[in-house]
C-alpha cells in the first residue's frame, strides 16, 4: 500500500515560507513581498531583486540558509524578512540583533564612503509568539536617546511581527474585516483554513497556489520534513540542556545557601573561632552542621562531627 505523503501547509515553516516569497521574477511572489514591506517597513518597492533565493538540500541544517529571504530596493535599502517559528528568549533577541549588524558590515569596504555606499537595513521578524509586556500586532525599534528621539541618520529598523496577536484581531474586528496584509499574516499564523477560504481576496488565492505548487514538490516537501525534524531535536536537546543546567544550578546554589548560613550561624554563635573548615563540605554536611549549631552542641562536637564528616 502506497502512503499518500501529508501536505506541508504550515508557512511557519521556513521553507515554504522562503520558497513563497522568493522568486523575484514571478508576479505573486513580488506582490507579497511588496505588501510585506510597503505595508510593514514602509519603504518604497518600485523595483525588488531577492539576493538569496536558492533553496538547497545542503543547507536544510544550517539556521541562517533557510531561515531569511534578503531583499533590495532600487535605492539599495536592504530587506531582510525571516520567519521564526519558536518563541522569544534572550539567545533570540540577541540574535536578531547581531544579524542585522552582520547586513550593515557586509555592505562595508575599504576607502568606501559611509555616506554613498552604506544603506538601510530593515529586518522583518515574523515570530510565533508574543510579548508580553507590549501586546501588539507589528513593533518597530529604532536606536534613540533616553527623551525618545530617533539617533541621526539611523541605519538599523527591527521590526517584529507578532503572530499569535492576529488571532486577537480576528475576534475584535472579524476575519472578514482584515487588509490584505493583515490577511497575508492571518495564513502564516494559521495556514489557508476554512475560515480564510471563504474570502474572496487575492493574497488567498495567491498563498492557497504557492502551498499546492509547493507540495507537488517532493524534493521541497523533503526539506520541509527534515528541517521540521531538525529544529524540533534541536530544540529538545537545547531544553534538555538547560533543564541538565537549572538543575546544576539549583543544586550550587543550595550547597553554597546552605554554607553561608552555616558560616554565618557559626560566626555569631562561635564569634573568635576559626571557619576554614566550614569551606568545600557537601549539602549533607553543612545540614549536620547547621543541626549541631541548632541544637548549641560545644565546638568541640561541631568540630569532631565535621572532621568524623570529612572522613
Known amino acids: ?33 511588496k505588501l510585506i514591506i510597503e505595508n510593514i517597513a514602509g519603504i518604497d518597492c518600485h523595483s525588488l531583486k531577492v539576493l538569496n533565493p536558492d533553496l538547497n538540500p545542503q543547507h536544510v541544517e544550517d539556521k541562517d540558509m533557510i531561515l531569511d529571504i534578503r531583499v533590495t530596493n532600487e535605492d539599495g535599502e536592504i530587506c531582510d524578512v525571516e520567519m521564526q517559528n ?50 501588539v500586532l507589528i513593533d518597530r525599534y529604532v536606536s534613540q536617546n533616553e527623551s525618545g528621539n530617533q539617533e541621526k541618520h539611523n541605519l538599523i ?7 499569535p496577536y492576529i488571532n486577537i484581531l480576528k475576534k475584535e474586528k472579524g476575519l472578514e474585516n482584515f487588509n490584505e496584509l493583515e490577511t497575508a499574516i492571518y495564513i502564516f ?44 531535536a534541536r530544540q529538545a536537546r537545547m531544553k534538555r540542556e538547560r533543564d541538565e543546567g537549572k538543575e546544576e544550578g539549583l543544586a550550587e546554589g543550595t550547597k ?44 568541640e562536637k561541631i568540630y569532631e562531627a565535621a572532621d568524623c564528616i570529612k572522613g
Open 256 to 299: 553554597f545557601g546552605k554554607r553561608d548560613f552555616v558560616l554565618k550561624l557559626f560566626t555569631k554563635t562561635y564569634p573568635q573561632a576559626e571557619t576554614g573548615f566550614l569551606e568545600n563540605l557537601s549539602v549533607e554536611q553543612y545540614e549536620k552542621i547547621f543541626d549541631l549549631l541548632i541544637e548549641k552542641a560545644s565546638l
Open 86 to 135: 519558536s518563541s522569544l528568549d534572550q539567545e533570540q533577541y540577541q540574535r536578531f540583533q547581531i544579524y542585522g549588524a552582520r547586513l550593515l558590515v557586509e555592505q562595508q569596504k575599504r576607502g568606501d564612503d559611509y555616506v554613498t555606499n552604506i544603506h538601510h537595513v530593515f529586518q522583518l521578524i515574523f515570530i510565533d509568539d508574543l510579548d508580553k509586556d507590549n501586546l
Open 1 to 33: 500500500m502506497i502512503m499518500k505523503r501529508k501536505k506541508i501547509v504550515d508557512f511557519k515553516n521556513d521553507v515554504l515560507f522562503k520558497y513563497t516569497l522568493r522568486d523575484d521574477q514571478d508576479p505573486d511572489s513580488i506582490y507579497l513581498l
Open 157 to 163: 529598523t527591527r521590526i517584529y511581527i507578532y503572530l
Open 189 to 232: 499564523k494559521n495556514g489557508i483554513d476554512d475560515d480564510i477560504m471563504k474570502l474572496k481576496k487575492k493574497v488567498v488565492d495567491i498563498m492557497e497556489k504557492k502551498a499546492d505548487d509547493f507540495n507537488e514538490d517532493m524534493i521541497l516537501q523533503d526539506m520541509a520534513f527534515n528541517r521540521d525534524l531538525n529544529k524540533r
